[in-house]
Nanobody, 124 residues
Framework: QVQLVESGGGLVQAGGSLRLSCAAS??????AGWFRQAPGKEREFVAA????????YYADSVRGRFTISRDHSKNTVYLQMNSLKPEDTAVYYC???????????????????WGQGTQVTVSS
């Protein structure tokens, strides 16, 4: 059974930092991504990483503040979030894509495996 389990969410003041973790079990992926969904909004792309090469990709809204990384030995992907803003408040989901692509996808439909989500709340 494939599982993605996120952790690390919470409440933080604007300007603060959080690190999200996503532990995968049951299989490995060619790429992994982080997405987020705020109340009343569609789920949106945040960051992605190619699992073996390690290339990273970011949404414009988080580039320079967020860093995605992975640990092969732990089959875990991380999202380090710095300089958090109230507009970063959302449920954050990690996702796995088993399809081999030239670059990781930004589309939710391309990810076949999802975690349960972790709440991130940034107060002003």
């Amino acid at each position: 059974q494939v599982q993605l389990v996120e952790s690390g969410g919470g409440l933080v003041q604007a300007g603060g930092s959080l690190r999200l973790s996503c532990a995968a079990s049951g299989r490995t992926f060619n790429s992994a991504g982080w997405f987020r969904q705020a109340p009343g909004k569609e789920r949106e792309f945040v960051a992605a990483i190619s699992w073996y090469v390690g290339n990273t990709y970011y949404a414009d809204s988080v580039r320079g503040r967020f860093t995605i990384s992975r640990d092969h030995s732990k089959n875990t992907v991380y999202l380090q979030m710095n300089s958090l803003k109230p507009e970063d408040t959302a449920v954050y989901y990690c996702a796995g894509d088993s399809y081999l692509r030239s670059v990781p996808s930004r589309r939710t439909d391309d990810y076949g495996y999802w975690g349960q989500g972790t709440q991130v709340t940034v107060s002003s």
